[in-house]
């Protein structure tokens, strides 16, 4: 790895700060002065500043309770990224593994491996997504048909892939999809002449939301959690 992308990674400096403090001479591998950002830092050496050793942060899995009116995403637009929640260094280093709407609660999954987070929102993986819905208006047994052959969405040129839907009552359902087109579900129900009201996601793969996680609060997965996208 790089010595300034190793700065960065074991620290909150950015690239600048960091080849700043390179040119400072303050910095050391295997107590060596190095001034040269590129400089490569093979596995097991020891790089200190100012004779504080650094420390990499390891791949990092976590699962979040999304809250209303935040965005999965590292910038803050109309509503505020819900990686202020997460009060840990280089959160905004993050990402959002399948994202869901501003007014859209329930589970994410946030992490820095590139890797782990294709396995999850890649098309050709299919990984299920579970949403309890509450709709306007009483949902029939003729939609779980609709949703299990598939459905038009507006301005699209194939239906849905198959898709599961179990009532709770008449206008609340659980519904599992393994697409993540825009606006998937609330268009899903817009096809069907109903409208959502409220949307909470509730599983990705085999991954459950932790029902001990209000609003806003979050978690690192377990061992077993991770592997399960590897």
């Known amino acids: 790895m790089r010595l300034d992308k190793y700065i960065c990674k074991s620290t909150e400096l950015t690239r600048n700060e960091a080849k700043k403090l390179l040119k400072s001479g303050e910095v050391r591998v295997d107590s060596e002065v190095i001034k040269n950002g590129a400089f490569k830092v093979a ?21 979040m ?9 590292n910038v803050d637009e109309v509503h505020p990224s819900l990686l202020h929640f997460l009060e840990i260094d280089r959160a905004f280093d993050l990402h959002i593994a ?12 946030i992490t820095d491996d590139g890797k782990w987070s294709h396995n999850i929102i890649s098309p050709k993986k299919q990984c299920e997504k579970t949403y309890r819905v509450w709709l306007a208006e009483p949902v029939t047994y003729e939609v779980t048909e609709k949703f299990a052959e598939g459905v038009q969405l507006h301005c699209e040129n194939q239906l849905t892939l198959p898709a599961k839907l179990e009532m709770i009552d008449e206008r609340e359902v ?14 899903m129900f ?13 599983r990705i793969g085999g991954i459950t939301l932790d029902d ?4 806003g609060e979050w978690r690192y997965l377990t061992e077993q959690e991770i592997a399960l996208f590897l």
């Open 190 to 202: 817009a096809a069907v002449g109903n409208h959502v009201v409220a949307l909470h996601r509730e």
């Open 65 to 73: 309770n999304k809250p209303q009116d935040t965005i999965c995403s």
């Open 98 to 109: 399948g994202r869901l709407d501003a007014d859209t609660t329930g589970l994410v999954l």
């Open 43 to 63: 596995d097991g050496a020891e790089v200190t500043i100012e004779g504080e050793q650094l420390t990499l942060i390891g791949q990092r899995y976590i699962m």
């Open 174 to 187: 659980l519904l599992t999809i393994v697409e993540g087109k825009y606006h998937q579900v609330k268009r």
């Open 212 to 215: 001990d996680l209000m609003l």
